[in-house]
């Protein structure tokens, strides 16, 4: 507020934030003058190229990090993907095990792969399909198919992901012009199709016509899939809840921003922490031992000495 509606220029804006941040740090009265000078002046690092966006566009949603959206917008989409991640960990690590449980003795030098145990494993089923390497050949089949179609569904759940996050942050208007330029360009094309005169007769006429007509079909089968994205893209944003607003913009751009303070306030403090911990450790070396313990293990010292003399005679 102090950027955009004061129109203050930055030099003024870093006073400012100087001046407020070191008055509340040094109300707690845990890092000196200098500490906060220093919290800040990393803070300032880490933000002044996004002060001077807010100053000249405004609260503009590139200014927030990915994981910010996907934390306030789109959380049971990322923990639909860490779910598919982790079955297909889960799935590569049951066809390792299986891979690794098959006993196959190399040839000198030869390089063991999953291709040369399922060579091996093929060649047995081959021989003789009711074997038990035959089984395993198959379980390392499936697990191998479904790897390949869990991986298939995690790009998709990703390329769906970003979609929704890039038209959070700018809308359906760039993804409209695109589709409007595909739907051009395809509507050009079909119209030069049926503009074509087809052959009624001659040689290889036949085959021309077919080429064509399948053509036309899949040009227009085309026209109408863009013309339904299209027509679906309304309703899309509506799922995602609009575009963000200035004021959603504004709120998590100024949580990264006070993340990131914290974040160099709690180095200062890790560093004060140990400095504590560190003169606590040293006064407890020293004063571990009372004072009470300290005179009875002399005591029991001294005793044990003066019986060594008596027993020198130097003492009676």
Known sequence: DFIVAGGKNMAAVRTHLL???????????????????????????????DLKTISSIGWSPALIPREYFI??????EQ????????????????????????????????????????????KIADENPEAEEAKTLK????LEKEIKDLKKELTEKLEDLDRKINIKCYGIDDEKEELRSMLKSKQDELEKLQKTTPLSR??????????????????TETITKIQQRMAGLESFLARIGGIITDEEAKTLILQKHN????????????????KLIAGIEKLWDKYAVSVQQLEHERTETLNQLNAFLKELNYLE
């Open 202 to 219: 001659g040689r290889g006429a036949g085959g021309e016509d077919k080429k064509r007509n399948s053509a036309i079909k899949k040009c």
């Open 139 to 142: 379980a390392i089949k499936d």
């Open 259 to 274: 993340n990131l303070v914290q974040q160099e306030l709690l180095k200062y403090l890790n560093a004060e922490k140990r």
């Open 19 to 49: 001046n407020s941040l070191k008055e509340k740090l040094m109300t707690q009265n845990v890092l000196d003058e200098f500490q906060c000078a220093g919290v800040f002046v990393n803070w300032w690092t880490s933000i002044r190229y």
């Open 79 to 122: 923990n639909a993907i860490n779910v598919t991640e982790k079955n297909i960990a889960e799935k590569e690590a049951e066809l390792q095990e299986k891979i690794d449980g098959v006993e196959y003795e190399p040839e000198e030098g030869e390089e063991v792969t999953a291709g040369t145990i399922k060579d091996y494993l093929k």
């Open 71 to 76: 934390e306030t917008y789109f959380q049971a």
